[in-house]
């Protein structure tokens, strides 16, 4: 782990082919990438007189098909802390905005959604519509018809002997301006890290949230009719719900703990069931696919198996020797297993005899990235993007943080179908405990590049 100086904003929130053997293979191939011809993109991070490497924050746009790559953000300033797809569109969340660029590099409209509530004066307004029965501006659904809010419920005291907020969720018809109350009570922990926010189902049907302190229950409701039930407690990120791409089908952990079992709820069936799986436990890009673990925290490190299994069946698909990295869990929009026509595709990490992402194709043989540090499938497991460990950059600086040590990496580009790789982007600084933010299209076409990844601590 590397030795800080100096962090001023704490920001929370690889490759192979198939050798088309049915047999595990103990010593994957170490593979080394050749790169093509560099890509055009940012030059080089500059070198103060005294040595220091001063690293800008960047999010790059790489398209698969043809490898080319473009710089949409660059910034000595603002910490680009995430980058998501709009469509044709990339949003980028940089300190307080949230610049938006076409594929083409140009500076795309502001989203429609971008700033809908605000409350001047103490009054809060959606979509310059003031709602005198809301507290304050919250998080919308999916389809924006809903926003939960809180309302202050005072404060409680915890068992150490000091008092916590304390606040009761609400949520408001948008259209209508009708509010719910969801759940009394809930605690706040009175300064933390590592909990998450409310999870929403693609439909907009339900809301999966928690409390941040006291007993650290988990909720899920029904907003249109505001029933609520609890379903577990603990809400660290790496218990938090994992929902469907599409539907209203959710996985959780009714406990506190990792590696204890995982419940699977249909709710449009009304069906509830616990998959033979512990967590934790991800849903594939189809959606019709589980697999666990996400990623390997011990004991389950010990055994080095992702178990895929069919979501409607229960029905063990394929088991492979490795996991995800554990900081995955912390993104809602990310996987390492893909099942496509062709089987599935893996970029796990912790393989026997892989020192780097074992990347299977269709088969429980994988060949080995060497170094790579964090793969990342498409959506129908055509391309596996890999974060690459190239070494170690000295003291570095860059937009709020300064460090001692930072590590080097290459972003590679695997052709599932050739067996093609190449190198993209060959240098990209981030930490050594997290590599950069690699985010695919729904379409698979296209990738963003986070780096300096941001973290929480």
């Given at each position: 782990?590397?030795?800080?100086?100096?962090?001023?904003?704490?920001?929370?929130?690889?490759?192979?082919?198939?050798?088309?053997?049915?047999?595990?293979?103990?010593?994957?191939?170490?593979?080394?990438?050749?790169?093509?011809?560099?890509?055009?993109?940012?030059?080089?991070?500059?070198?103060?007189?005294?040595?220091?490497?001063?690293?800008?924050?960047?999010?790059?746009?790489?398209?698969?098909?043809?490898?080319?790559?473009?710089?949409?953000?660059?910034?000595?300033?603002?910490?680009?802390?995430?980058?998501?797809?709009?469509?044709?569109?990339?949003?980028?969340?940089?300190?307080?905005?949230?610049?938006?660029?076409?594929?083409?590099?140009?500076?795309?409209?502001?989203?429609?959604?971008?700033?809908?509530?605000?409350?001047?004066?103490?009054?809060?307004?959606?979509?310059?519509?003031?709602?005198?029965?809301?507290?304050?501006?919250?998080?919308?659904?999916?389809?924006?018809?809903?926003?939960?809010?809180?309302?202050?419920?005072?404060?409680?005291?915890?068992?150490?002997?000091?008092?916590?907020?304390?606040?009761?969720?609400?949520?408001?018809?948008?259209?209508?301006?009708?509010?719910?109350?969801?759940?009394?009570?809930?605690?706040?922990?009175?300064?933390?890290?590592?909990?998450?926010?409310?999870?929403?189902?693609?439909?907009?049907?339900?809301?999966?949230?928690?409390?941040?302190?006291?007993?650290?229950?988990?909720?899920?409701?029904?907003?249109?009719?505001?029933?609520?039930?609890?379903?577990?407690?603990?809400?660290?990120?790496?218990?938090?719900?994992?929902?469907?791409?599409?539907?209203?089908?959710?996985?959780?952990?009714?406990?506190?703990?990792?590696?204890?079992?995982?419940?699977?709820?249909?709710?449009?069936?009304?069906?509830?069931?616990?998959?033979?799986?512990?967590?934790?436990?991800?849903?594939?890009?189809?959606?019709?696919?589980?697999?666990?673990?996400?990623?390997?925290?011990?004991?389950?490190?010990?055994?080095?198996?992702?178990?895929?299994?069919?979501?409607?069946?229960?029905?063990?698909?394929?088991?492979?020797?490795?996991?995800?990295?554990?900081?995955?869990?912390?993104?809602?929009?990310?996987?390492?297993?893909?099942?496509?026509?062709?089987?599935?595709?893996?970029?796990?990490?912790?393989?026997?005899?892989?020192?780097?992402?074992?990347?299977?194709?269709?088969?429980?043989?994988?060949?080995?990235?060497?170094?790579?540090?964090?793969?990342?499938?498409?959506?129908?497991?055509?391309?596996?993007?890999?974060?690459?460990?190239?070494?170690?950059?000295?003291?570095?600086?860059?937009?709020?943080?300064?460090?001692?040590?930072?590590?080097?990496?290459?972003?590679?580009?695997?052709?599932?179908?050739t067996r093609d790789v190449r190198t993209l982007i060959p240098e990209v600084i981030s930490w050594d405990y997290q590599a950069p933010v690699i985010r695919w299209n729904a379409e698979g076409t296209h990738f963003v590049v986070v780096a300096p990844a941001a973290t929480g601590l």
């Amino acid at each position: 782990m590397m030795k800080r100086l100096i962090l001023l904003a704490a920001l929370a929130l690889t490759v192979a082919g198939c050798d088309g053997d049915d047999e595990p293979d103990p010593t994957p191939t170490q593979t080394t990438s050749t790169a093509t011809t560099a890509p055009s993109v940012s030059p080089t991070p500059t070198v103060t007189p005294d040595g220091v490497l001063v690293v800008p924050s960047r999010v790059w746009l790489v398209e698969a098909p043809t490898g080319s790559v473009r710089t949409l953000y660059e910034s000595a300033d603002q910490l680009a802390s995430h980058a998501r797809f709009d469509g044709a569109v990339v949003e980028v969340s940089a300190g307080l905005g949230t610049p938006r660029f076409n594929f083409d590099g140009s500076t795309a409209a502001l989203a429609t959604t971008t700033s809908r509530c605000s409350a001047p004066g103490g009054v809060v307004t959606i979509d310059g519509r003031a709602y005198p029965g809301v507290d304050a501006c919250g998080f919308f659904s999916p389809d924006g018809e809903w926003m939960l809010f809180e309302k202050d419920a005072g404060e409680v005291q915890v068992p150490a002997g000091f008092s916590v907020r304390s606040w009761d969720q609400w949520v408001v018809d948008v259209a209508t301006g009708e509010t719910t109350e969801l759940q009394k009570g809930l605690v706040h922990c009175g300064g933390c890290d590592g909990r998450y926010g409310p999870r929403w189902s693609p439909t907009g049907q339900y809301v999966a949230f928690a409390e941040l302190g006291g007993d650290l229950r988990r909720f899920l409701s029904e907003v249109a009719t505001g029933s609520t039930r609890q379903i577990g407690a603990g809400s660290d990120v790496t218990l938090a719900p994992a929902w469907h791409p599409t539907e209203d089908r959710i996985v959780y952990s009714m406990g506190a703990e990792l590696s204890g079992p995982a419940v699977y709820e249909d709710l449009g069936a009304g069906s509830k069931q616990q998959a033979p799986l512990s967590w934790p436990v991800a849903f594939d890009a189809s959606g019709q696919y589980l697999y666990s673990p996400a990623w390997g925290p011990s004991p389950k490190a010990d055994a080095g198996m992702t178990t895929i299994i069919d979501a409607d069946t229960f029905d063990t698909v394929a088991e492979l020797p490795g996991a995800a990295p554990e900081w995955l869990m912390w993104r809602t929009d990310a996987g390492a297993v893909v099942v496509g026509a062709g089987g599935p595709v893996a970029a796990l990490q912790g393989a026997p005899g892989c020192d780097g992402t074992a990347v299977y194709a269709g088969s429980s043989t994988a060949r080995c990235v060497d170094t790579g540090r964090f793969g990342a499938p498409n959506a129908d497991g055509t391309f596996v993007a890999v974060a690459m460990l190239r070494g170690t950059a000295g003291h570095v600086k860059g937009p709020g943080f300064e460090s001692l040590t930072m590590a080097r990496y290459s972003i590679e580009l695997m052709d599932v179908r050739t067996r093609d790789v190449r190198t993209l982007i060959p240098e990209v600084i981030s930490w050594d405990y997290q590599a950069p933010v690699i985010r695919w299209n729904a379409e698979g076409t296209h990738f963003v590049v986070v780096a300096p990844a941001a973290t929480g601590l």
